[in-house]
């Protein structure tokens, strides 16, 4: 392919766009006749994501999945292309629904170098909310095809590039399926590399269209035969599409429904063989059997017979899930984390003993509590923590008594001679009669420690339990703040109100459900009534970190939160009362997730 003639996006060329977005980055404002509207956009989105724009530093998928209908598809027609672009400085990059870039396929080194120093590679997403205005992250995010071009970009170490993206859509349910990224340096770029752009994603959506049509008329034609056979509970399903009977629909609650397909999904992909029985959030158990429409392409889907293990405890009249009674003191609604109290409370129902797993502050202590008090109401139970002095000495006192039940926490902080001595202490307790009657144990930890003494010590708790970070239930949130306000007694005179909440629920809350209830009590204790806004909440509340900041850290954040909040909002004023530089903060407000007041 001959190299095309070099073009300018705007008359005013290259050095007029980065005066543009110099403007556009410390006045926060930009008159729309200097760039076009679709960039002007998607800068202004960049800002609203805290998009840094003088660096990219991208979080990393070790093994994005390569074996999807949409990778089979385009590989040979992306292999063909860049046979025909041989030679020519320009990358063929091909992205997931998310802007994961799957594939990289690139001639020039230099090129590829430069790409490598931008993480545009395979790994990382190139999704607008991470990198800003760019190819693949402004096309996904527009739906439709876009060039984005050198000071175009809203990170400056993208600048002398230039990206055409196209969205992939999937001929049959028309639902974005990916992306078709040129990638070319900035001095190179010609007119026609949307054109070639658009083309290509045109034959990939003609492959998926040829490979996928059948596949999707294959798992109709056996979901209808499965409905024939089978008057129960049937479901087929394949990446794109998901198909339940009638009496599915009438019998399973959406909670039920979404448990069931994610188990089916992980025994299609595993390819087991087999009935599976499940834990449903409503207390049910169902027998389930997933049989792949065809046993060499899991891609294709598969059909799920379910059956209900003693179906007659539901109530027959009620066709929506009823509500779970939840143990006390716990609240929400979320699946995961009502499959996590379903576990917990099935473990000590069956009187074996129980290890409780998950982040710190995510309720493993309340929910052991909790399961406690609803089987044994008003029994005492002892909480120990493993840091505790004479810990081991406590451990062999209390279980002198079979009706004890002790809990005791941090074991994962204990060093592996300590983990040993506990696994002696308990085995001899437990005796050589497994049927005897024992006093009840759970424990609680952070995360799996390594090594043989630790997975020595887990074989005694037959029921192990991982409790759910906040940020993947996050809607048990405006369940979490009513019920912290009425322990506080103050939810007679405070509420939260819905843009406080929507403000809470946008925070990631690193340190899951005990950092929102310190947060609720420090809003309660300057606020005595009236509705919560977004204003009386902290600076963590306006952040998305996904980590735990030191003290110093977030000290900082809450100076550039208060310097923000006094300046509108105005990144260069704030900067300036701080004494940062401009670059300084953006870095700084990206770094700590900071929701500024255009958020």
Request: proline residues 6%; aromatic residues 6%.
């Amino acid at each position: 392919m001959q190299s095309a003639p070099r073009f300018q996006p705007a008359a005013s060329g290259p050095d007029y766009l980065a005066k543009a977005r110099e403007l556009f980055l410390s006045a926060d404002s930009l008159e729309p006749k200097h760039v076009r509207a679709a960039i002007l956009a998607s800068w202004s989105r960049s800002r609203q994501w805290n998009v840094a724009p003088d660096h990219i530093k991208l979080d990393y998928i070790r093994d994005p999945n390569l074996d999807t209908p949409l990778t089979n598809s385009a590989m040979p027609v992306l292999r063909n292309l860049r046979e025909h672009l041989e030679g020519q400085p320009i990358s063929i990059i091909l992205t997931d629904q998310a802007g994961v870039v799957l594939t990289r396929l690139v001639a020039d080194h230099d090129l590829e170098r430069h790409l490598d120093a931008v993480q545009l590679a395979t790994g990382f997403s190139y999704a607008e909310e991470f990198v800003g205005t760019n190819g693949i992250g402004t096309a996904l995010e527009g739906g439709r095809p876009m060039h984005v071009f050198g000071h175009e970009h809203y990170a400056e170490n993208l600048e002398d590039l230039a990206c055409a993206g196209v969205p992939i859509h999937h001929p049959i349910s028309g639902k974005t399926v990916g992306a078709i990224d040129l990638t070319c340096w900035r001095r190179d770029a010609g007119p026609l590399l949307i054109s070639l752009a658009k083309t290509t994603a045109d034959q990939i959506r003609q492959a998926l269209l040829i490979d996928g049509g059948m596949r999707e008329v294959q798992l109709l034609q056996e979901y209808l035969r499965a409905c024939r056979r089978n008057t129960g509970i049937v479901f087929a399903f394949n990446q794109d599409t998901v198909m339940l009977n009638g009496y599915a629909r009438q019998v399973l609650g959406p909670d039920e429904q979404a448990v069931l397909l994610g188990q089916a999904t992980e025994s299609l992909i595993s390819r087991a063989r087999g009935p599976v029985v499940v834990d449903l959030p409503t207390g049910m158990k169902a027998r389930t059997y997933c049989r792949p429409v065809r046993p060499d392409d899991v891609s294709a889907g598969g059909v799920v017979h379910v059956t209900l293990i003693d179906p007659d405890t539901r109530p027959a009249v009620a066709l929506a899930t009823p509500a779970r009674t939840l143990p006390p003191g716990l609240v929400g609604s979320g699946p995961l984390w009502l499959r996590a109290c379903s576990l917990a409370e099935a473990a000590f129902e069956a009187g074996g003993w129980l290890a409780v797993s998950g982040e710190p502050g995510t309720g493993k202590l309340a929910l052991t509590r909790g399961v406690y008090q609803r089987g044994r109401p008003g029994s005492r139970l002892r909480v120990l923590d493993a840091a505790e002095p004479d810990w081991l000495h406590t451990v062999r006192r209390e279980f002198g008594n079979a009706d004890s039940a002790l809990v005791v926490r941090h074991v994962d902080k204990l060093t592996a001679r300590q983990i040993a001595s506990l696994t002696t202490v308990l085995r001899d307790v437990r005796g050589e009669d497994d049927h005897a009657e024992l006093p009840w144990l759970a424990v609680t930890f952070g995360e799996r420690r390594d090594g043989r003494e630790f997975a020595e010590f887990l074989r005694l708790f037959p029921s192990q339990v991982e409790l759910p970070p906040l940020r993947h239930h996050v809607q048990d949130i405006s369940d979490l703040v009513p019920a912290f306000l009425a322990r506080l007694n103050v939810a007679d005179r405070v509420a939260c109100s819905p843009e406080a909440m929507q403000t809470i629920m946008r925070a990631s809350w690193p340190g899951n459900v005990e950092q929102l209830w310190q947060v609720i009590k420090r809003v309660v204790s300057r606020h005595q009534s009236g509705l919560i806004q977004p204003d009386d909440l902290p600076p963590e509340c306006r952040t998305v970190s996904r980590r735990l900041l030191s003290p110093l850290e977030s000290m900082e954040r809450d100076a550039i939160v208060a310097s923000l909040a006094d300046a509108n909002g105005n990144k260069a004023k704030a900067a300036k009362a701080l004494g940062m530089s401009r670059a300084t903060i953006y870095r700084k407000v990206h770094e700590y997730g900071i929701i500024t007041a255009q958020s």
